[in-house]
């Protein structure tokens, strides 16, 4: 008897400033440790680079972030670039990205009567299971949960329960304490899926940022595609690194204004 695997989505939100070879590579660690679980069948991945409402120092403007990443992701035929979440005025919270992306994939799903046309163009048939959608994120993505005023409870709560979480291992932070040692990360566990990368890479694009403003090579840290475009528009200097340097990040104070309004009701 046929084992129908879930057919899985996984969703990387962040800058992507700019797009790594660290970044692409996240999403093919989670591909390999969720088929190995026997329960899931990868069948796309999405790359949403934030809008340029997040307020972070450094940020460059999305449509260079958005370009860097088509070009980064041409090598890929599974994963793809949504712009949804960079089009938008304001920064978006994590999860409403996720109900957007969800809704979108039921959408499709339901659409097609028995055939689903994948991420790369094939037409096969779909599985019986409905689609579901997890958060691919690196281990510092659960410290900022700890972070006060960041993250709204029940966003949180939605985030690991509703969809889930695929956290891959990054340098000495530990994964499994930060859920050890929250009890929302606790309570759902069992939809968290921790993944060791045992090939160390530690790029970074802080660091890649560092090295092109210092004009030091980066080759073999980004694709040469995207070297190349921020050569052309002249990315990453001394001057965009001060873009948004005396911003309060978006996330706290749009937390902090929806707190003020909740206590006026």
Not at 64 to 72: E, Q, T, W, Y
Not at 100 to 105: E, L, M, W
Not at 145 to 150: A, T, W, Y
Not at 183 to 209: C, G, K, M, P, Y
Request: aromatic share 8%.
């Amino acid at each position: 008897m046929a084992i129908h695997r879930v057919p899985l989505v996984l969703l990387a939100c962040g800058s992507f400033n700019p797009i790594t070879n660290q970044h692409m590579r996240l999403f093919e660690l989670a591909r390999d440790h969720m088929h190995s679980t026997g329960q899931y069948k990868v069948v796309g991945g999405i790359v949403s680079p934030v809008s340029d409402g997040y307020g972070k120092q450094s940020l460059v403007l999305a449509k260079h972030r958005i370009a860097m990443a088509k070009l980064a992701l041409q090598s890929s035929n599974w994963v793809t670039v949504d712009e949804w979440e960079s089009q938008q005025p304001d920064w978006t919270e994590t999860v409403v990205t996720m109900r957007h992306q969800y809704g979108r994939i039921l959408k499709e799903y339901e659409q097609r009567t028995g055939m689903h046309n994948n991420f790369n163009g094939n037409t096969t048939f779909l599985p019986k299971a409905s689609p579901q959608l997890k958060l691919l994120c690196g281990a510092d993505f659960l410290e900022t949960f700890k972070i006060p005023g960041l993250w709204r409870d029940d966003h949180v709560e939605e985030v690991v329960g509703r969809f889930g979480l695929i956290c891959i291992s990054r340098g000495r932070l530990q994964p499994d304490r930060a859920v050890y040692e929250s009890d929302v990360l606790s309570r759902h566990r069992q939809n968290i899926f921790l993944v060791r990368e045992w090939v160390q890479n530690e790029i970074s694009a802080t660091e890649v940022r560092r090295a092109l403003r210092r004009n030091l090579s980066v080759k073999y840290l980004i694709p040469d595609s995207v070297i190349e475009y921020i050569h052309q528009h002249n990315l990453y200097t001394d001057e965009s690194e001060r873009r948004n340097k005396d911003t309060v990040l978006r996330p706290l104070t749009k937390q902090a204004q929806q707190t003020v309004k909740s206590l006026d009701d």
